[in-house]
């Protein structure tokens, strides 16, 4: 990245129009229009010298990304010119530097966004594929948090039932099957690291085809086996058995084969070493296309090993577009999370989500092996799942929580 044209420097806090008053001069030398630039000088406070020429806009409560009366100043970029203007708000007493994170602490302590919105806006600013900027941009702007609330009031609703069973008798019938799919209504991921783990073959072919082990708009953790072969030699069977445990922990494998080695008169002969580590799901890949004259149709291929299997030569490049981008449509179809009309479906994208969602699913799976007799130790197990929802997006006491949340922002935001 190059450099910028204009830097933002924001104010937050109940001062912030006193910061104005002391190093801003307008033409019309008067308190500012909430939400309208204004051209003006940004002088330092003491000496009155001009640091620089830009523009300046204030934003009152509540209305603006804190909550709080907020001030921003937008001046040139250069090093020299922020420094010195950092430093005009340093001699002010009433004004300190930003914390990491603390103005987006600010928003969610002023009910502007929620944790899942505040996870979301990280993870938006840390976003380098189409699918995680989807992703991260549906969560900021609240399609997570729509979708926990929708099953918080769900369990709520349910609670209500319950106890008012307690309070007046059995009068009323309990709704079952509630939540049977409640645990079913996310998909599940983690956003904060690669989605997709694939072993066996092309790690390097895919780094450099890819421009970084992306396809697809997909993070990759590529790993390579180097070959699976019977060997007598300790050290060696040690890594083939450590290559084998990397295939069958993986997402998804991908098997590279060389296809003179493997065909003949019309049959495929896969080698016993990676046979123990085929399944349905495999991925074939039958390599050196170029050193056969006779090639197999993909009708005989795909009848033989499955529809996700593909001839190439990597060394002339014979094919190798057609498998990248048949690979490449097929890890969409699987991993992908938006629809035909683009819209993404709303991902556990923190461990932190999965957690309280697990424990959520818990004490719903608890509250359903009460028996009716029962019902009072029922209704806190709803409470609890209740509860749980209500943490991942900060509904209830979340304090241990924040600092984890926040600490990763930079200094601006």
């Not at 060997?231 to 060696?236: C, G, N, Y």
């Given at each position: 990245m190059g450099k910028a044209g204009v830097a933002v420097i924001r104010i937050s806090g109940p001062d912030a129009l006193k910061v104005w008053k002391s190093i801003i001069k307008t033409a019309a030398q008067r308190l500012p229009d909430p939400w309208k630039f204004q051209r003006c000088k940004i002088v330092h406070p003491e000496r009155?010298?001009?640091?620089?020429?830009?523009?300046a806009v204030f934003f009152k409560s509540p209305k603006s990304f804190t909550s709080e009366d907020v001030v921003e100043l937008h001046i040139h970029s250069g090093r020299a010119i922020i420094s010195s203007v950092l430093n005009a708000l340093s001699a002010l007493s009433f004004c300190?530097?930003?914390?990491?994170?603390?103005?987006?602490?600010?928003?969610?302590?002023?009910?502007?966004?929620?944790?899942?919105?505040?996870?979301g806006l990280k993870d938006l600013i840390d976003a380098e594929t189409e699918t995680q900027r989807r992703i991260a941009l549906q969560a900021a702007g609240g399609a997570s948090r729509a979708?926990?609330?929708?099953?918080?009031?769900?369990?709520?609703?349910?609670?209500?039932?319950?106890?008012?069973?307690?309070?007046?008798?059995e009068g009323e019938d309990l709704e079952e099957?509630?939540?049977?799919?409640?645990?079913?209504?996310?998909?599940c991921t983690k956003q904060s690291r690669p989605t997709l783990k694939m072993v066996e073959g092309l790690a390097q072919f895919f780094s450099s085809a890819g421009g970084g082990n992306y396809i697809g708009g997909l993070p990759l953790i590529v790993a390579d086996t180097a070959g699976l072969r019977a060997?007598?030699?300790?050290?060696?069977s040690i890594g083939i058995e450590r290559a084998k445990s990397m295939v069958q922990a993986s997402?998804?494998?991908?098997?590279?084969?060389?296809?003179?080695?493997?065909?003949?008169?019309?049959?495929?002969?896969?080698?016993?070493?990676?046979?123990?580590?085929?399944?349905?799901?495999?991925?074939?890949?039958?390599?050196?296309?170029?050193?056969?004259?006779?090639?197999?149709?993909?009708?005989?291929i795909?009848?033989?090993?499955?529809?996700?299997?593909?001839?190439?030569?990597?060394?002339?490049?014979?094919r190798t577009f057609e498998f990248l981008s048949s690979f490449t449509e097929m890890l969409k179809q699987r991993y992908d999370t938006s629809d035909a009309q683009g819209t993404t479906t709303p991902l556990?994208?923190?461990?932190?989500?999965?957690?309280?969602?697990?424990?959520?699913?818990?004490?719903?799976?608890?509250?359903?092996q009460y028996s009716s007799e029962d019902i009072v130790l029922g209704a806190e197990e709803l409470r609890y799942a209740a509860q749980a929802v209500g943490k991942i997006s900060g509904i209830i006491d979340v304090e241990d929580v924040l600092d984890a949340v926040f600490r990763d922002f930079c200094i601006g935001k």
């Open positions: 009155q010298e001009v640091l620089d020429d830009g523009l300190r530097p930003a914390e990491a994170g603390e103005f987006t602490r600010r928003a969610f302590q002023g009910g502007r966004l929620d944790l899942t919105q505040v996870e979708q926990f609330e929708h099953l918080r009031s769900e369990i709520i609703h349910c609670l209500a039932m319950v106890e008012a069973l307690i309070d007046f008798g099957g509630v939540f049977e799919q409640e645990p079913k209504h996310f998909s060997t007598d030699d300790l050290v060696e997402d998804l494998s991908l098997c590279v084969l060389s296809l003179p080695e493997i065909y003949e008169s019309s049959y495929f002969h896969i080698p016993s070493s990676s046979k123990d580590l085929i399944t349905p799901e495999t991925c074939f890949l039958l390599n050196k296309s170029d050193l056969l004259q006779t090639q197999p149709s993909d009708i005989q795909q009848s033989a090993l499955g529809k996700n299997a593909w001839i190439a030569s990597l060394e002339t490049g014979h556990i994208t923190h461990a932190r989500h999965r957690t309280h969602l697990t424990s959520a699913s818990q004490f719903i799976a608890s509250f359903l």
